[in-house]
């Protein structure tokens, strides 16, 4: 074929080419993905001696605790895209300084274990990390501000990420031991208005997709993500989401803020409430979850707990998760931490990102969603 003939045919193939490579972003929701995350993302497990002691004597207890995964920006950089964070509120600094762990290994005689947390800084106010008080306190990273400081700073080294969901686990209950525990500071209105000027501390307003953003002129947060959806992917990419778990701080949370007004956090809500687009159904089941996301909703479930089904590798729960459309799935053991009998949650593919497979239209599916 004659080189002036070819030309034209071989522009229209390349430009096919690309746009074929390329998803229309505007035409994608940000809520029409999939994406995994991790379970107690800033869990450094349990150290060697009092893992000794709580083999010993909670043997069962021990096992759906013993997981532990990388610093929080080896996770990301792995692939994934949604952090949990379990935070406790330390107005004064201290609270969770001395916890009683090493004392119980020292009284059973064994070697001390590294220390716990960076040079006094569990001595500072402001929310600190850990699962439990006392028992499971080791975080890779501390404090609360410190863990964002690590995901914005990944964040910022990679701004073609889609959003990066941030869940807190907001915690004030007291452990019922036989040896003294601290008893954690109550969550009041005023902890949670700190918690929102901690996170802006770190990321800037426009650096989070924040209710007011989804709400626009929408009378309620619910009618917006019901009637008119959540923002696209070009809008939310490169940003994050804050998300909290606990249903039980969302009076107080929503307090002086209706519907979620000037807060940073979606709430975990029921659905029809004014403040409801993101909703945790942890065990499923899957035709509700697909429900749920059919109607709008950002839901978050779960491939696994307490190490059960990595023990046994047994995929059905992991499976279920996958196929029913919730956008947030969380595992202890994302592909980069398998468990020991193979167990492991990716998306086909080994992607950080997915069409989601309930609600994805036809703009998806083009080219890669994560960058």
């Not at 080419?17 to 800033?42: D, F, L, R, W």
């Amino acid at each position: 074929m004659p080189l002036p003939r070819l030309l034209p045919l071989t522009i229209a193939v390349l430009g096919l080419t690309a746009c074929a490579t390329k998803a229309p972003e505007s035409a994608v929701a940000m809520n029409q993905i999939q994406v995994i995350g991790t379970h107690n993302s800033y869990h450094a497990g349990i150290a060697p001696n009092e893992a000794v002691l709580w083999k010993e004597t909670h043997p069962e207890q021990y096992a759906a605790l013993d997981y532990r995964h990388q610093p929080l920006a080896a996770q990301l950089s792995a692939g994934v895209r949604q952090v949990e964070l379990d935070i406790f509120a330390d107005s004064k600094g201290g609270l969770y300084a001395h916890p009683a762990g090493p004392g119980l290994v020292a009284k059973a005689g064994l070697p001390a274990d590294p220390p716990f947390a960076p040079h006094h800084v569990m001595d500072k106010p402001g929310f600190k990390v850990l699962h439990m008080e006392d028992v499971d306190y080791r975080s890779t990273c501390q404090p609360f501000t410190a863990c964002l400081a690590d995901i914005r700073a990944w964040s910022q080294a990679h701004p073609g990420h889609v959003p990066i969901f941030i869940l807190i686990e907001t915690k004030e209950e007291a452990l019922t031991l036989p040896f003294p525990t601290v008893t954690p500071e109550a969550l009041t209105p005023g902890s949670l208005d700190a918690l929102d000027r901690e996170i802006l501390s770190v990321f800037k307003a426009d650096e989070i997709v924040t209710p007011d953003a989804v709400r626009g002129d929408a009378v309620t947060l619910n009618a917006a993500i019901r009637m008119r959806g959540w923002p696209s992917l070009e809008v939310a990419r490169g940003k994050v989401v804050f998300l909290l778990d606990q249903k039980r701080v969302t009076a107080r949370y929503l307090e002086g803020h209706p519907g979620l007004k000037g807060r940073v956090a979606f709430t975990n809500a029921q659905p029809g409430d004014a403040d409801a687009a993101f909703i945790e159904m942890n065990d499923g089941p899957g035709d509700a979850i697909t429900a749920l996301v059919r109607q709008g909703y950002l839901v978050r479930t779960r491939s696994d707990a307490d190490t059960k089904e990595a023990r046994a590798n047994d995929t059905r729960r992991r499976d279920m998760a996958l196929g029913s459309g919730a956008q947030i799935i969380s595992t202890d053991y994302p592909a980069s931490e398998p468990a020991g009998s193979g167990f492991a949650v990716s998306l086909p593919g080994g992607v950080a990102a997915r069409c989601n497979p309930v609600t994805a239209g036809d703009g998806c599916g083009m080219g890669p969603l994560d960058r």
